[in-house]
C-alpha cells in the first residue's frame, strides 16, 4: 500500500517560515521523483517544485525562487519543501506527489496572514 504523509502546515504571518515533510511507503523512493503541488483557494493546482531521484533540482516555480528550497532525504524516505519570507498568496493546501508512479498525499494547508 501506498501512502505519501504530508507533515509540517500551519498558520504563520508574512515574513514567517515553515518546513513540510513528506513521508513515503509503499513505493521505491530512491528511483521517484518527488514533487510539491499546491492548491490555491479558487484557483487551478500547481507545481512548486520538483526533485530528481539523486537530489537535483528538477522545477522550482519563478515565484517561489529564493524563498522556497526542495530537498529529501532517501534514507529516512522523505522529501522537504522549506518555505521562508511566506507571503500571503502562498496560502494554498500543499500535496506531495511521485513520479512517475502518480500518487498523492492528503495534503497539509499553509495559512499565511497576519
Known amino acids: 500500500q501506498v501512502q505519501l504523509v504530508e507533515s509540517g502546515g500551519g498558520l504563520v504571518q508574512p515574513g514567517g517560515s515553515l518546513r513540510l515533510s513528506c513521508v513515503a511507503s509503499?513505493?521505491?523512493?530512491?528511483?521517484?521523483?518527488m514533487n510539491w503541488y499546491r492548491r490555491a483557494p479558487g484557483k487551478e493546482r500547481e507545481l512548486v517544485a520538483s526533485?530528481?531521484?539523486?537530489?537535483?533540482?528538477?522545477y522550482l516555480l519563478y515565484s517561489v525562487k529564493g524563498r522556497f528550497t526542495i530537498s529529501r532525504h532517501n534514507a529516512e524516505r522523505t522529501v522537504y519543501l522549506s518555505m521562508n519570507n511566506l507571503k500571503p498568496e502562498d496560502t494554498a493546501v500543499y500535496y506531495c506527489?511521485?513520479?512517475?508512479?502518480?500518487?498523492w498525499g492528503q495534503g497539509t494547508p499553509v495559512t499565511v496572514s497576519s
Open positions: 506527489n511521485s513520479a512517475p508512479w502518480d500518487y
Open positions: 509503499g513505493i521505491v523512493f530512491i528511483v521517484t521523483t
Open positions: 526533485i530528481t531521484p539523486d537530489g537535483e533540482l528538477n
